[in-house]
């Protein structure tokens, strides 16, 4: 051995050596209590679904979950998974790429900050659910001639024509 290998290596106590060795049972044993509790539930549960105990169509069952699982193939739905995460690492990249772009343009110009500083202070406080572009895909409006065609929706001109839908049903 070399003088590195000697400095390096720890020498270890007989307690330290017990020490250690109790603390890997206690979390072997920790880690067989945790998974013993989860196997007994998704048990238990299962039992009582077959039971009629619990009603099946409200909180499933295991089996029918895992039947579910092994059938996500067959309903195109990892590939609505693959659309919907490709959909979002694009969109989160071209956000951050167009906002690091307008932040080197401000920070280059001080007249455009100045210019720009009172709408993004605004923009900045509305809440983002107020910036969407559609309402397509948001539920039902009170209002169906609201059709936004893709034009950001700062403001609902119908609510506004209509203060008292803000107090109905309060």
Do not use: C
Not at 55 to 78: C, K, V, W
Not at 91 to 102: A, D, S
Not at 154 to 165: C, E, M, P, T, Y
């Amino acid at each position: 051995m070399n003088n590195k290998e000697v400095i390096t290596k720890e020498i270890i106590s007989k307690e330290r050596k017990e020490y250690l060795a109790k603390n890997k049972h206690k979390k072997i044993a920790i880690t067989l209590t945790q998974i013993f509790i989860l196997i007994a539930f998704l048990g238990l549960w299962e039992i009582l679904a077959n039971a009629n105990i619990i009603d099946s169509f409200i909180t499933s069952q295991p089996s029918r979950i895992i039947e579910t699982f092994m059938n996500l193939g067959s309903n195109d739905l990892l590939k609505h998974i693959g659309v919907t995460v490709y959909e979002t690492v694009v969109g989160f990249l071209v956000g951050t790429i167009l906002g690091i772009i307008i932040a080197i343009i401000l920070w280059w110009s001080n007249f455009l900050a100045k210019v720009a500083e009172p709408y993004l202070v605004v923009l900045n406080s509305l809440p983002k659910v107020a910036l969407r572009t559609s309402n397509n895909n948001m539920g039902r409006s009170r209002n169906t001639s609201n059709n936004s065609n893709g034009n950001i929706n700062l403001i609902s001109s119908n609510n506004i024509r209509k203060f008292k839908w803000i107090f109905k049903n309060r």
